[in-house]
């Protein structure tokens, strides 16, 4: 079943895109947007199973894809592993920082090591991999890089770890954007809102309400889909983006402007479902992450 994508077809034939955390979700998503737009794509992950039945399906569906078992927390793998890819590829063009991960607890009872793992995953991690890309490819040729952040305007009240990481990679698309301009690199940043995407399915059963409750908080009435942030990697990857550098796009249907009285569905049923907000279904092997089936 071949994506779905509003872009032009070969859009990026004869580039080499990495995508980090590629195994699942929205890394797995964007992979098969990006390979079916013409790309060669490296997906990147700790779990080979995982990375090698995206790479299967990807191919299946005539796209070019292989993949590299990488923790993206060690800074001597991460350097060896983009060293391969230039190796084996010749050049990486593009790359999208997406790999990350969370879990629900209050700040007060947030370890040490805990709060350590999820600011080494999503922003020391990306960090790395940014880095390298640039110093071992970009910085003589030029690229793109789309960093994942999160929502985080008003920060993010029970995940505060990856709140305070989320706002750190948002400075750091910034900095880099304006160091790197120079080289020719763009660097910017996706925030998605409330996405049903196959991560939530790692969350504990009693998250099951407050998670299905969410979709009421959001002025377009429902949750987004692993295609619409997709979609907004895709176009600031895109020749269409050339002056776009050190931005962040939100995908989230207006939830952060949210106030007393405004913005609150009753119910995602009364929100008018009109062509400008329904769901962007590109992704054919997408599925709904549990919490939300029947």
Wanted: glycine residues 12%; proline residues 5%.
């Amino acid at each position: 079943m071949t994506y779905r994508s509003v872009f032009a077809p070969n859009l990026f034939a004869g580039q080499v895109v990495v995508v980090t955390g590629g195994g699942s979700g929205i890394g797995r998503c964007t992979a098969h947007e990006l390979a079916a737009l013409g790309a060669r794509v490296v997906l990147i992950g700790r779990n080979a199973d995982k990375l090698r039945a995206v790479q299967d399906e990807i191919t299946a569906d005539g796209g070019q894809a292989s993949h590299a078992v990488c923790d993206i927390r060690q800074e001597d793998a991460v350097r060896q592993t983009v060293a391969d890819i230039v190796a084996q590829h010749g050049a990486i063009d593009a790359l999208v920082n997406n790999a990350g991960g969370q879990y629900i607890t209050p700040a007060e009872k947030i370890s040490a090591k805990g709060w350590q793992a999820v600011i080494d995953t999503n922003l020391t991690g990306g960090f790395l991999m940014a880095r390298e890309c640039f110093t071992q490819c970009m910085a003589a040729r030029g690229g793109a890089i789309v960093n994942m952040v999160a929502d985080i305007w008003g920060s993010m009240p029970g995940m505060a770890h990856s709140g305070a990481a989320r706002a750190g990679m948002v400075s750091l698309t910034e900095t880099t954007a304006l160091e790197w301009a120079r080289h020719g690199v763009r660097v910017n940043a996706v925030a998605p809102g409330y996405i049903a995407s196959s991560g939530m399915d790692h969350y504990p059963p009693e998250a099951g309400p407050m998670l299905r409750d969410m979709a009421h908080t959001v002025p377009a009435g429902r949750f987004g889909n692993e295609a619409e942030v997709s979609a907004a990697i895709v176009y600031l990857l895109s020749p269409a983006a050339s002056f776009v550098s050190g931005t962040v796009l939100r995908v989230d249907g207006a939830r952060p402007q949210v106030r007393m009285g405004w913005g609150h569905a009753a119910a995602p049923s009364d929100v008018r479902q009109r062509a400008a907000v329904r769901p962007f279904d590109g992704f054919p092997l997408y599925q709904t992450p549990k919490v939300f089936q029947p």
